[in-house]
Nanobody, 121 residues
Framework: QVQLQESGPGLVKPSQTLSLTCTVS??????????WSWIRQPPGKGLEWMGA???????YYSPSLKSRTSISRDTSKNQFTLQLSSVTPEDTAVYYC?????????????WGQGTQVTVSS
């Protein structure tokens, strides 16, 4: 049973970089053919897919966030990370990591519990 756990600071100042780590247990982030995603939900709004890193290490990003987003991984720790630069209060949200079990169609079968990140000075 794969489990995902988000971790990182809950408060980030405007203009700084938001950094979160997802620790995966019960399965390898290099296993074919899964994609490991970051998704967020601002207060009162819907879920927004931010990007993903594939089992191969290839990365994919939402066009609206691509310029500020970087996803990487540490296979030795079975972790993948999110960095979102130049944050503003609009980036305040609950951030989730999830495993995408689909191919061309998203299928998020496993999720972390989510972590609240507030952008404020």
């Amino acid at each position: 049973q794969v489990q995902l756990q988000e971790s990182g600071p809950g408060l980030v100042k405007p203009s700084q970089t938001l950094s979160l780590t997802c620790t995966v247990s019960g399965g390898s982030i290099t296993t074919n053919y899964y994609y490991w995603s970051w998704i967020r939900q601002p207060p009162g709004k819907g879920l927004e897919w931010m990007g993903a890193i594939a089992y191969s290490g290839s990365t994919y990003y939402s066009p609206s966030l691509k310029s500020r987003t970087s996803i990487s991984r540490d296979t030795s720790k079975n972790q993948f990370t999110l960095q979102l630069s130049s944050v503003t209060p609009e980036d305040t949200a609950v951030y989730y990591c999830a495993r995408d079990d689909g191919a061309t169609t998203a299928d998020f079968g496993s999720w972390g519990q989510g972590t609240q990140v507030t952008v404020s000075s």
